[in-house]
């Protein structure tokens, strides 16, 4: 197990580290929370049935540890009140490299219901083909393509209603 797991951290934590520090924009926090990713599959490997790529299941650890953190976060409302630029709707997920462009729509991601905040988090953070997505959900590739559009379309809508776009 020992051996499996040096050979799941060698081959995952680059695009790992990439997909977090998109998410959050901190060189160090990404660090800290890849590290916390690794621990917590190593600690849960046995929870892991398979029904998902091994990179699909720790970009999830990771985004769910994110989010944690955002939730703990002391100043989210300051950063989020702080941000500034304003993107242009026809290309939202490119704009995850804005930073403060990421944490509106992050603040507005948590109000999105399921599957729609799911399957826009793994499309746009962790970079997963439609064919990917659709077997996580055990759905069609077209149904996961036609989701995340209608994700981001009601995303649009209520960062529009909220100000934020």
């Not at 892991?48 to 299941?57: H, P």
Request: aromatic share 10%; with cysteine; net charge negative.
């Amino acid at each position: 197990m020992n051996s499996d797991f040096h050979k799941i951290y060698e081959e995952y934590s680059k695009p790992l580290y990439l997909f977090i520090l998109r998410m959050c924009g901190n060189e160090q926090l990404a660090k800290d929370i890849l590290q916390d990713t690794m621990l917590k599959a190593m600690t849960s490997a046995e929870d892991f049935r398979g029904g998902c790529s091994v990179k699909t299941w720790l970009c999830t650890i990771a985004r769910n540890l994110y989010y944690d953190h955002l939730k703990k976060a002391d100043n989210n409302n300051l950063l989020l009140e702080s941000a500034g630029e304003t993107a242009d709707s026809d290309d939202i997920e490119k704009r995850f490299a804005d930073r403060d462009m990421a944490l509106r729509i992050h603040s507005v991601l948590h109000k999105l219901d399921e599957p729609y905040r799911e399957v826009f988090t793994l499309r746009v953070f962790a970079e997963l083909k439609y064919s990917d997505i659709a077997r996580v959900f055990g759905k069609s590739e077209n149904w996961a393509g036609v989701t995340f559009y209608r994700a981001k379309q009601i995303l649009i809508k209520m960062l529009k209603e909220e100000g934020q776009l």
